[in-house]
């Protein structure tokens, strides 16, 4: 009998990104993404969300990438203003030991990030973050840089969805890891912003499947650290 991989619960992603990278070492900058979460639990449907890891439909999170460092103090996201959540319009990034980043990249290193808000309701997440204009507060930074990015009026690729491949025995995707197994997605198309500013792409985790758009601007570079 052949014994089966399973990928429990596939999930869905898709993120409507807006980063910042630092032209001259790429894994170096800030970003703020908006991202909707889907499980696909069958050949044709999907749940919103993600119940194994208590993950809600739609999310704001911010990261600040600057390849393992610690920054001097915890960084700040600023809000547009301040809102029923955030009652002072800033959210505060946590950290470790000495203000150190905690959340693992998988290159060897951790960076920061933050989860500003979460909610099955797209409404009730754009009013705990607020739309518009987005600072970060770096340490001890001699600039704050922003970020623009309009929650009010959100766009989303289409839920990409595997059409293809592997067996489905109730919510679980089996596969065979004796025989080759070909997956096949429909991942639509998606032309809310033009090709210099989109990116686009499809990876498959264990138990995952994550769809991202990103907007990049470059050159971008950190501001000055003191």
Request: glycine share 8%.
């Amino acid at each position: 009998m052949n014994i089966k991989w399973r990928l429990n619960n596939l999930l869905v992603s898709a993120l409507l990104l807006v980063i910042a990278i630092n032209s001259r070492a790429s894994q170096k900058g800030y970003s703020l993404k908006e991202e909707t979460q889907f499980q696909q639990v069958s050949s044709s449907s999907v749940v919103t969300g993600y119940s194994p890891l208590n993950y809600a439909k739609y999310a704001i999170r911010a990261n600040v990438d600057i390849g393992g460092a610690s920054l001097s103090a915890a960084p700040i996201l600023g809000l547009p203003g301040a809102t029923s959540a955030y009652p002072s319009g800033s959210v505060t990034f946590p950290t470790g030991t000495n203000f150190s980043p905690t959340l693992p990249t998988g290159s060897g290193y951790n960076q920061y990030h933050v989860h500003v808000a979460g909610d099955n309701n797209l409404a009730s997440v754009s009013a705990a973050s607020g739309s518009g204009t987005f600072s970060f507060t770096l340490g001890n930074a001699t600039a704050q840089p922003t970020l623009s990015l309009n929650t009010a009026s959100s766009a989303f690729p289409s839920t990409p969805m595997l059409t293809s491949g592997g067996t489905w025995s109730g919510s679980t995707l089996l596969l065979d890891p004796t025989a080759t197994n070909v997956l096949t997605f429909n991942t639509g198309s998606f032309t809310t912003y033009t090709t210099a500013w989109a990116a686009r792409s499809v990876t498959i985790f264990s138990t995952r499947l994550e769809r991202s758009l990103s907007r990049r601007r470059n050159p971008y570079t950190l501001p000055a650290l003191a």
